[in-house]
């Protein structure tokens, strides 16, 4: 036993530098481990703006700024609709189609039936929400994945979308929607509805970080074996994401309708490739458990002002869609690329303090 | 009782000398050997992440050593591949099964080396070249049996016959009994000392002390990467020697002290003839307040089953389940959380009892958020964290902080995680599901401390372990499972061996009743 004691000695002694540093390595790296998609996207935005500003004349104009942040606003808050149903390890491909149903249903609301525009609002919100629940419900009642019902109601929305308005066009008047859309905020270069974009982000992330339900929503993602195990009520869990993620849907049509006016059923039909792009750029693990709400804001920027530098260069419109898909799958390798590097990372900080493991419980 | 070689048989089979091994800039062993010498059982021991299976996939030509010499017969050798090592004569059978379950036994035994015949595999060949290598471990089945249909601990048998198909010297067995009863295990050691005394060196890697004792004659102890002891005779140190050595200070087992019935209080579950979706038939079972029940039973026993159903994983289809003296309907574990108190430590760690990816926090305070959350839910990790580090200080969990990913810690962590969240969530009654299996005596003994400390305080128990020392140890009631069905009960707390003699009676009973009556059920139904 003797050199065991003093095997014992050696390490205690020497253990205190390695472990603090290792500790301080390891808080760094799980400090930005959360944040490596923020900080690649702000790394993003600032190339594409120097280099299309240098590039195509009138990028960096406030007129250009300001569609950007326009475009990148809704976007962003699609982003978040996604991101809802990917926290816990579900997708919804039905977004452009509750988007569909919302618009039809502000429309008919504040130019066939005259309602006042508050109301209008709430019940936009309350279809949007209502229509994502039911999805939640037949995915829970039929043990369907998510993809698949979600699949089945994006042609069934859009569908009875197009039946209810009958493809009718509403123009929107009220000076409220307008001025959000069209108005300016601070400078003429930004759009209010950035500010509507920048409260859906600041509830999110409050949601993710400061709210039990978030908290469930990432625990269910991550392992729903083992939360529901734990005591967590995994099917309530799961229809309040369905909610939330109709709400913002929701909150995603007044914004567009707010900027085009002109509204008609087939708005959404192009929504799913952004909410993608925002989501898994941004950050969001696809298979659950993980969110970036700043990631999802900055990846909805960097996405416009891709497209919009591309045309601002010339590109023709037909070749602007390419780049488009290209990107969400660089965002999906690049999602897999984080977390296989996590996956190595994760032996080496096991083993990183071979000797003794540190007092237990005592440094935090 | 060893027999040790005597000095002129001492001859060395395989050595590793002085390896050292670093994984990115991080040592896993340093300077560490392990000499086997001919005919002997030689057990290899530490804590998890201590470097054992660093040392085994070094032994095997899975990884070069950065430093060291690996010697076989006396020959300096240089292992390039797995394939390497086993032209040399080592051999290893894993901890998790590399077994194709739809495979017949002669497939899985010959599988790669199948006997061919103009191209094709002779499948007469291959049943009559595996029908030896069988018998030799004392697998008495048609080769032609399907895999899947061996118990644990004849597919560790079926493992070890693959290994000798291999004609191996050297034969590495990690953790061969994590998973098997004691009757596999006595049958399991009468094949290791054939095999010794026919020339075999064995390297046994259990956590198990009293298998080690029983059965292997030198011993190995790694620490941190380290040789605390090299190739030791057992004779000359003590169980509390070994684990002063594995852990680096000194812990006075718990299993050690004795067990003492405790007085419990009024009943708290009580099962009436239970019924339920996965099999069980007429279950009767009471749980007293501050009383630990013992449920032990083979694997495939239907305890684990009768767990989940209790706290609504599964559905119960018949009979009455009364908590605290009252009826309840338990839906799901947010039922019996909440309403009931009732908490499961499942056995199935990784999926099911923690978020891996998690923070040890969070996984910790999942059963308490709902108690602490403000209106509309708003919580904060500040509010969490005084409920949180209480049940992992009482545990000793060891880590940097709270916020580190639970999958970063060792197993026996892990384990210790899993449990602090039920006492985190106050439960009056939580299950135990095979709470020590594959966790270090260190570890394994803090859960043991642990149980009985709650059913002194009051907490009912239950305890489902196929470890039955464990359960003899622990355990006031002890309740045998078989077949979905009870069959034997009694008090806990005695002599182990008279305890472990009834228990396998009852269990070895059940067995031969249940094929006559099985029968006369098939001979009966057609002509009703």
Known sequence: MAAGAAIEGQIDAAAPIPRLLTNAVERVREGLGTQT??????????????????????????????????????????????????????????????????TSMLGYLLVSAGVPLWLAFLLVAAVGVLAALLMGAVELMTGLSSFIVTLAFLSAYAGGALLFTGGQQYQINSSLITRLGNGTLFSSAICPLVAVAVVCGVVCWLLYNRNSLGWKMLAVGANERAARASG?????????????SGLLCAVATVMNASYELNVNAGFGSDWLLPSFIAAVLGGVALTGGEISVTGILL???????????????????????????????????????????RRTMRPRSLAGTPAPEPDPVAAQ | MHQEPSAEARVETLALQNISKAFGGVAALIDTSLELVRGEIHALIGENGAGKSTLINIATGVYRPDRGVIRVGGQV???????????????????????????????????????????????????????????????????????????????????????????????????????????E??????????????????????????????????????????????????????????????????????????????????????????????????????????????????????????????????????????????????????????????????????????????????????????????????????????????PLRRLDVRMHRVSQPVGSLSGGNQQKVSAAKWIAADAELLIFDEPTVGIDVAAKDAMHRLIAELADDGTAILLISSDLREVVQLADRIVVMGEFRIL??????????????????AITAATLAASPVARDAVAGSPTH
């Open chain 2, 185 to 390: 295990f006595e049958h399991l050691m009468g094949i290791l000392r054939e095999l010794r005394d026919a020339g075999t060196s064995i390297v046994f890697v259990s956590h198990k002390l009293e298998e080690v004792y029983a059965l292997c004659s030198r011993v190995t102890v790694l620490r941190d990467g380290r040789n605390v002891l090299n190739g030791v005779p057992l004779a000359e140190v003590s169980q509390g020697d070994i684990v002063r050595a594995m852990v680096g200070r000194h812990i006075e087992l718990f299993a050690s002290t004795g067990a003492t019935r405790r007085e419990t209080g009024p009943a708290h579950l009580e099962l009436r003839g239970v019924s339920t979706e996965l099999g069980h038939h007429r279950i009767d079972l009471t749980l007293h307040r501050g009383e630990i029940v013992g449920l032990y039973g083979l694997v495939g026993a239907g305890r684990t089953e009768l767990a989940r159903s209790i706290v609504g994983l599964a559905k119960i289809t018949g009979g009455e389940l009364r908590v605290a003296g009252k009826p309840a309907k338990i839906r799901n574990p947010y039922d019996a959380l909440r309403h009931h108190r009732i908490g499961y430590v499942s056995e199935d760690r990784k999926d099911e009892g923690l978020i891996l990816t998690h923070s040890i926090s969070r996984n910790v305070g999942m059963t308490v958020w709902r108690r602490l959350e403000a209106k509309m839910g708003w919580i904060s990790e500040s509010r969490v964290r005084p409920h949180v580090t209480p």
């Open chain 1, 232 to 244: 967590v009520n995994v099917s309530r869990v799961v229809l309040a994401a369905y909610a939330l």
């Open chain 2, 77 to 183: 050798v240089h292992f390039s591949s797995p394939g390497a090592a086993a032209e040399h004569g080592v051999a290893v059978v894993h901890q998790e099964r590399n077994l194709v379950r739809k495979f017949s036994l002669a497939e899985n035994l010959l599988l790669g080396r199948q006997p061919v015949n103009k191209g094709l595999v002779s499948y007469r060949q291959m049943v009559a070249d595996a029908k030896p290598w069988l018998e030799r471990v004392g697998l008495h089945f048609d080769p032609r049996t399907e895999a899947s249909r061996l118990s644990p601990g004849q597919a560790q048998l079926l493992e070890i016959a693959k290994a000798l198909t291999r004609r191996c010297q050297v034969l590495l067995l990690d953790e061969p009994t994590s998973s098997i009863t004691d009757a």
């Open chain 2, 488 to 505: 034997d009960e009694l008090a806990g707390g005695g002599e182990y061996g008279p305890i472990s003699e009834r228990v396998m009676q």
């Open chain 1, 37 to 102: 998609s923020a900080i690649g996207l702000i790394f993003l935005i600032t190339i594409t703006w120097t280099a299309f500003g240098i590039a195509g004349s009138g990028f960096l104009g406030s007129y250009n700024l300001y569609s950007i942040g326009q475009l990148a606003a809704r976007d962003a808050v699609l982003g978040m609709a996604q991101a809802m149903l990917i926290v816990v390890a579900r997708m919804n491909l039905a977004v452009g189609s509750i988007g569909a149903v919302c």
């Open chain 1, 299 to 341: 990846a909805a920027l960097f996405f416009d002002s891709l497209q919009s530098g591309l045309t601002i260069i010339n590109v023709p419109s037909y070749w602007i869609e390419l780049p488009e898909g290209l990107v969400l799958l660089v965002a999906v390798l690049l999602d897999r690329a984080r977390r296989a590097r």
